[in-house]
């Protein structure tokens, strides 16, 4: 049923005090997988032979968009298929590095990587900003920042009002699409 979202339902449920398969909470826990994959750019969870077209550093690294890098399928400069190990080696930190003494050429779209990437467990930084997103889309009324009924007021905090908090922020900016200007 949840296979595609970044958070266990049940986690969730035990929060709002709800069952794990109640529309609202996965409605909820969807939406707030949906954001976190647009705010980083990618799905997050394990994918297969991604194909990315990268530019050209003049230098002996290139940096894969998407960490961790699981696989290396093939590289191609210009085309021409390289050898790994002989030609070039990566990392797991989606660092491709030109071998024996050569540099990667400093042109645009000169390589093309077809790569593994992602998460087969997801981090547990993710799943808690999911499950806090989650919960405040669960529960906050959209535009309402305080509310009083008889003798009780609830006032929503910062999160509400803004969005996200600091832990979203800083979940977002470790997983996020990488871009040439970050090696």
Known sequence: MAT????????????????????????????ATRRFRGAVGHPVTLVAGDTV????????????????????DSVK????????????EWSESGILRRLGCQYWPARLGCLEAVYGHGWAEIPDDVA??????????????????????????????????????????????RHKVRTGSDV
């Open 128 to 173: 808690e900003v999911v499950i806090d997103q989650a919960r405040s889309l669960y529960t906050v009324v959209p535009g309402v920042q305080s509310k009083a009924v008889g003798g009780q007021s609830v006032t929503f905090g910062a999160q509400a009002a803004v969005g996200v908090t600091s832990q979203w922020s800083a979940a977002v900016a």
């Open 53 to 72: 077209r990268l530019d050209g550093t003049g230098r002996a690294t290139v940096l894969l968009p998407v960490w961790p890098t699981v696989s290396v």
């Open 4 to 31: 595609d979202l970044l958070a266990d339902p049940a986690e969730l449920a035990v929060w709002l005090g709800r069952p794990a398969d109640d529309p609202k909470l996965v409605a909820a826990l969807r939406a």
């Open 77 to 88: 400069l210009d085309g021409t298929l390289l050898v790994e190990g002989t030609d070039y």
